[in-house]
């Protein structure tokens, strides 16, 4: 029953683009600047994404529904169609989002059967003339100003 965002949670392993589509992301501190996201602790995906230098986050647009379930299938390839940039730490950004961050982890807590990963924040792009995707009750929606 809690509205979230989607987060694209991507980096570059082995030359070849990797990520997965998260809404358990929180803003945590604004000094130093971390948020938070939960991962699975059998995500197959996050061991991968943890080698990479820098993590890129990705605030999904409205328009990225599709791209949402992509990043969160288990069959094909996540990055098929997909527009992205890479900086040279590898953290990757997808195109059209709403809000980009540029993150190193930071610290790592258990959290039942997920894992906690606290991210600091190093460099932040924003798109605010894009509006951003909302996922609520498992489906997806737009933002509408409150009556
Ligand atoms: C809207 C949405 C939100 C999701 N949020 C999370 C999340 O917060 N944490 C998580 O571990 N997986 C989340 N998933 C699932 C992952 O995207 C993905 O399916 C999962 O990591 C399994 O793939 P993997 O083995 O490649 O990691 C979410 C999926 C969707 C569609």
């Not at 604004?30 to 996050?46: D, H, I, K, R």
């Not at 730490?89 to 997920?114: P, Y």
């Amino acid at each position: 029953m809690f509205p979230t965002g989607v987060v694209a949670v991507c980096a570059m392993d082995e030359g070849k683009p990797v990520g997965m589509a998260v809404n358990s992301f929180s803003s945590v501190s604004l000094e130093p600047a971390l948020v938070s996201v939960c991962v699975a602790n059998t995500s197959s995906t996050w061991p991968r994404l943890k080698k990479s230098a820098n993590i890129g986050l990705s605030v999904l647009g409205a328009d990225q529904e599709s791209l949402s379930r992509k990043l969160s299938s288990r069959h094909g390839d996540r990055f098929e169609g997909v527009e992205w940039t890479v900086n040279d730490d590898g953290a990757l950004f997808i195109e059209g989002a709403t809000l980009w961050l540029d993150c190193r982890v930071h610290d790592q807590l258990r959290g039942g059967d997920h894992e906690i990963i606290l991210f600091e924040v190093l460099q932040s792009h924003l798109f605010p003339q894009v509006p951003p995707l909302v996922f609520h009750q498992s489906k997806y929606l737009g933002l509408a100003h409150a009556s």
